[in-house]
T-cell receptor, first 114, second 113 residues
Framework: SQQGEEDPQALSIQEGENATMNCSYK?????LQWYRQNSGRGLVHLIL?????REKHSGRLRVTLDTSKKSSSLLITASRAADTASYFC??????????????FGKGTKLSVKP | NAGVMQNPRHLVRRRGQEARLRCSPM?????VYWYRQLPEEGLKFMVY????????ESGMPKERFSAEFPKEGPSILRIQQVVRGDSAAYFC???????????FGSGTRLTVV
């Protein structure tokens, strides 16, 4: 079953507006990552937040993590048409396993209209 | 540093044929991971390899799929006797160690006709 579930599935906004995407997960984690995927392309790593962190910033990106609610949010401020893409959250397995298995949600498809 | 290189970018196979997907990790990376992405879905983990070793293959289908990462050369994901349901994008990622510094390739899009 999916570890991460993004919400909403699709989001359409105007350029300059902020976009907020949410992710919920089921099991305990060591960290959570957000990726972007342009249509038909590979994944680009955006930001990683550790389980002992509550908030992290990178440029126009702001990520929060609430481990008590098993949820994270990605905020893109002052959106641009170039931000149009699918956004995925991914968690590690959270146990002392192979340390190689990322578990992805189904993604939020963001469309930023100029 | 060319990043993670996957080839081919697009692959078309008839049902019953074999598909071979290649992944060359980033320079200095000895950990390779394969993921599959169905249309409108997220990525699903398939297998995690280090040089000459399979570390975790918990996401690999039990039949027809195999992966290797030899001492020399790229990692290969092999799908025998492909079926229409194998049509997907297959992504490879590499890292120096574990999930930190994970870098994805651009993927191979397999179409089975």
């Amino acid at each position: 079953s999916q570890q991460g579930e993004e919400d909403p599935q699709a989001l359409s906004i105007q350029e300059g507006e902020n976009a907020t995407m949410n992710c919920s997960y089921k099991t305990s984690i060591n960290n959570l990552q957000w990726y972007r995927q342009n249509s038909g392309r590979g994944l680009v790593h955006l930001i990683l937040i550790r389980s002992n962190e509550r908030e992290k910033h990178s440029g126009r990106l702001r990520v929060t993590l609430d481990t008590s609610k098993k949820s994270s949010s990605l905020l893109i401020t002052a959106s641009r048409a170039a931000d149009t893409a699918s956004y995925f959250c991914a968690t590690d397995a959270g146990y002392g396993g192979s340390q190689g298995n990322l578990i992805f949600g189904k993604g939020t498809k963001l469309s930023v209209k100029p | 540093n060319a990043g993670v290189m996957q080839n081919p970018r697009h692959l078309v196979r008839r049902r019953g044929q074999e598909a071979r997907l290649r992944c060359s990790p980033m320079k200095g990376h000895s950990h390779v991971y394969w993921y599959r992405q169905l249309p409108e879905e997220g990525l699903k983990f398939m297998v995690y390899l280090q040089k000459e070793n399979i570390i975790d293959e918990s996401g690999m289908p039990k039949e027809r799929f195999s992966a290797e990462f030899p001492k020399e050369g790229p990692s290969i994901l092999r799908i025998q006797q492909v079926v229409r349901g194998d049509s997907a994008a297959y992504f490879c990622a590499s890292s120096r160690q574990g999930i930190h510094g994970y870098t994805f390739g651009s993927g191979t899009r397999l179409t089975v006709v």
